[in-house]
């Protein structure tokens, strides 16, 4: 089978129900923006930034030091090694958190108790934990059964926020029923506790992967599991970081209306989940894609057809969103409306981050994991510094600029040191192509401007169909020339 077409199966068969999974959770935004204030709100958003930071911590670069040894080792010492590590760190976490649980609690500050704490450390140490019998799935190419638990997964977390945030609510209200063991004043609590349900159910469809395994753990893999790993680790944690460490600092950095501020950005945040889930889709296939099956110096040209296609494709998608941004916008409650203006911003962060990724194969493939530390640590300082320096000066747009700014710097880098020491020839030319071609697409279509919405969306949409047609003759040209 040609490569592209089975990266591009596989990233289906992960990314559809990933897909519809996330815009169904996606759906839950509008339900949390109509119930919620900006405040409130804003809790969930920095709650949910530690848990991303946490949930690196907890797994430490393991998942990627499972797809590298588990192909060229005993996998079943590797899974029950990598295992047994995750299950201990995981324990003195918990301990941890039970002896200083008030603290943290001090430290979060207005509007977190304990028992939020409580059910987002208690859902950390199990997707930590079930995250190696995914990996296990994955290298093993059950991406059905992988997709299968994953939707599961988000289903039944959607399925209970509905219940505690609108089914249960209306039913007492409209029928004065008295639902035992509920009560609506917990507010967002809810949110957690369904992560947590979700979680469990996780763990108990994933049991199976935990059987029939000879249970060994080896010192000796155990060392080079670590040596490999820790660079990914520092990778995942400056990645959390330039991810969600503005939702961290707003809450810190704004005297004025912190948390509502920090709500705002986080509900606008949620409507780049197209670009997203289009880039984790992609992850998801690429890794094992190419650890399992293509190395060496004919599979170059398979990554430059790749990036081609996957930058063409993140550029469709932020036109397609930026077209029809005003019936998108509806999705949040009125209230949120002013933060839309970070929307183009994230989008091109997450396209970058995207971008990034798939340049970074490089520092995997040639074993160089620590350049890939140090692009990450590159990224968090200019994050860290740019938010720190903009945050008090432009409030929630200094932290959309410095995620956009922090990607990209990454992905210059990236290529510039992949280029001396795993040198691809991409076709820079046809990217920058594609990316002139939708930039002024996008510039073109902010001159149609109409009273009525549908007519202007329905006008918009021949320039949507025009940077298909350059991208589907640019690359059928490509294949014209190599046939």
Same mark, same amino acid.
């Given at each position: 089978?040609?490569?592209?077409?089975?990266?591009? #199966?596989?990233?289906?068969?992960? $990314?559809?129900?990933?897909?519809?999974?996330?815009?169904?959770?996606?759906?839950?935004?509008?339900?949390?923006?109509?119930?919620?204030?900006?405040?409130? *709100?804003?809790?969930?958003?920095?709650?949910?930034?530690?848990?991303?930071?946490?949930?690196?911590?907890?797994? *430490?670069?393991?998942?990627?030091?499972?797809?590298?040894?588990?192909?060229k080792e005993n996998k079943s010492t590797v899974f029950s090694t990598i295992l047994t590590s995750l299950l201990v760190t995981s324990a003195?976490?918990?301990?941890?958190?039970?002896?200083?649980?008030?603290?943290?609690?001090?430290?979060?500050?207005?509007?977190? /108790?304990?028992?939020?704490?409580?059910?987002?450390?208690?859902?950390?140490?199990?997707?930590?934990?079930?995250?190696?019998?995914f990996a296990k799935l994955r290298l093993e190419g059950k991406a059905k059964r992988f997709a299968l638990i994953k939707s599961i997964n988000i289903g039944t977390n959607v399925l209970f926020n509905v219940l505690f945030l609108l089914a249960f609510p209306f039913l007492e209200k409209t029928f004065e029923i008295n639902i035992p063991f509920y009560d609506f004043s917990y507010g967002i609590g809810y949110i957690f506790f369904s992560y947590f349900i979700a979680s469990l159910l996780t763990l108990i469809l994933l049991l199976p992967e935990?059987?029939?395994? /000879?249970?060994?753990?080896?010192?000796k893999l155990y060392k080079r599991i670590l040596i490999y790993s820790f660079p990914i680790f520092i990778v995942? @944690?400056?990645?959390?970081?330039?991810?969600n460490l503005d939702k961290i600092l707003l809450p810190k950095l704004l005297n004025k209306e912190a948390l509502?501020?920090?709500?705002?950005? #986080?509900?606008?945040?949620?409507?780049?989940?197209?670009?997203?889930?289009?880039?984790?889709?992609?992850?998801?296939?690429?890794?094992p894609f190419f650890f399992s099956s293509h190395k060496g110096e004919d599979s170059k040209s398979v990554?430059?057809?790749?990036?081609?296609?996957?930058?063409?494709?993140?550029?469709? @998608?932020?036109?397609?969103?930026?077209?029809?941004?005003? /019936?998108?916008?509806?999705f949040i409650d009125p209230k949120y409306h002013t933060g839309i203006v970070i929307l183009?911003?994230?989008?091109?962060?997450?396209?970058?981050? $995207?971008?990034?990724?798939?340049?970074?194969?490089?520092?995997?493939?040639?074993?160089?994991?620590?350049?890939?530390?140090?692009?990450?640590?590159? $990224?968090?300082?200019?994050?860290i510094f740019l938010n720190i320096l903009l945050i008090p000066r432009i409030g929630y747009m200094g932290s959309a600029y410095a995620v956009l700014i922090c990607f990209f710097t990454m992905t210059i880098v990236s290529y510039l040191l992949g280029q001396k020491y795993f040198k691809i020839n991409y076709n820079i030319k046809r990217i920058g192509f594609y990316f002139l071609s939708a930039?002024?697409?996008?510039?073109?279509? /902010?001159?149609?401007?109409?009273?009525?919405?549908?007519?202007?969306?329905?006008?918009?949409?021949?320039?949507l169909l025009i940077f298909c047609v350059i991208v589907l003759y640019k690359e059928q040209l490509l294949m014209f020339k190599r046939n």
């Open positions: 089978m040609n490569p592209l077409k089975k990266l591009a #199966g596989q990233t289906a068969i992960y $990314g559809i129900p990933t897909i519809i999974g996330r815009f169904i959770n996606w759906l839950l935004v509008p339900l949390y923006t109509h119930v919620f204030v900006e405040s409130v *709100y804003g809790v969930v958003t920095n709650l949910m930034a530690y848990t991303a930071l946490f949930m690196v911590l907890l797994t *430490y670069g393991m998942e990627t030091g499972f797809f590298r040894f588990a192909a003195l976490f918990l301990s941890v958190l039970f002896v200083f649980i008030d603290d943290i609690h001090i430290f979060l500050g207005e509007g977190v /108790k304990n028992e939020y704490i409580l059910f987002l450390a208690l859902t950390l140490v199990i997707d930590a934990i079930t995250s190696i019998p935990f059987f029939g395994e /000879k249970y060994i753990f080896s010192k995942g @944690i400056c990645g959390m970081i330039n991810i509502a501020q920090t709500g705002i950005y #986080g509900a606008n945040y949620k409507l780049a989940l197209v670009m997203y889930i289009f880039v984790q889709a992609f992850k998801f296939a690429f890794e990554y430059v057809g790749v990036l081609n296609i996957f930058t063409a494709t993140g550029l469709l @998608i932020f036109l397609a969103v930026m077209f029809y941004i005003d /019936k998108l916008i509806f183009p911003l994230v989008l091109m962060a997450n396209l970058f981050q $995207g971008i990034y990724y798939s340049l970074s194969l490089w520092y995997k493939l040639s074993d160089k994991t620590q350049f890939g530390a140090y692009m990450a640590v590159l $990224g968090s300082v200019v994050t930039f002024v697409l996008y510039f073109i279509s /902010k001159f149609i401007v109409l009273d009525n919405t549908w007519l202007q969306m329905m006008l918009k949409t021949p320039l």
